[in-house]
Nanobody, 116 residues
Framework: QVQLVESGGDLVQVGGSLRLSCAAS????????MGWYRQAPGKQRELVAR???????LYAYSVQGRFTISRDNAKNTVYLQMNSLKPEDTAVYYC??????????WGQGTQVTVSS
């Protein structure tokens, strides 16, 4: 079992930056992919970015060039650097992990609010 705890959400102005962190604990040796998803009010949860254990990344089109996902395997932590934030980036951001046995875990979420 993998437990995930996110941090770093905040209120920021348009054009600002934030860095989200997600620390994994438990059966971290079994983690393969990790990622960030977000859910805005009244909308479905959507993929923001994912990173594999080997460092391959995937981004949603809406965040390409502005967000960067990275991973520190020694610390069992995944990060999301968010630059040039827009009001439409406002959402609860969730960390996600998938083990090599395809077991999925979610964090509790962290609120990001971009104010204009």
């Amino acid at each position: 079992q993998v437990q995930l705890v996110e941090s770093g959400g905040d209120l920021v102005q348009v054009g600002g930056s934030l860095r989200l962190s997600c620390a994994a604990s438990g059966s971290t040796f079994s983690i393969d992919d990790m990622g960030w998803y977000r859910q805005a009010p009244g909308k479905q949860r959507e993929l923001v970015a994912r990173i594999s254990s080997s460092g391959n990344t995937l981004y949603a089109y809406s965040v390409q060039g502005r967000f960067t996902i990275s991973r520190d395997n020694a610390k069992n932590t995944v990060y999301l650097q968010m630059n040039s934030l827009k009001p439409e980036d406002t959402a609860v951001y969730y960390c996600n992990s998938r083990t090599n046995g395809n077991r999925i875990s979610w964090g509790q979420g962290t609120q990001v609010t971009v104010s204009s």
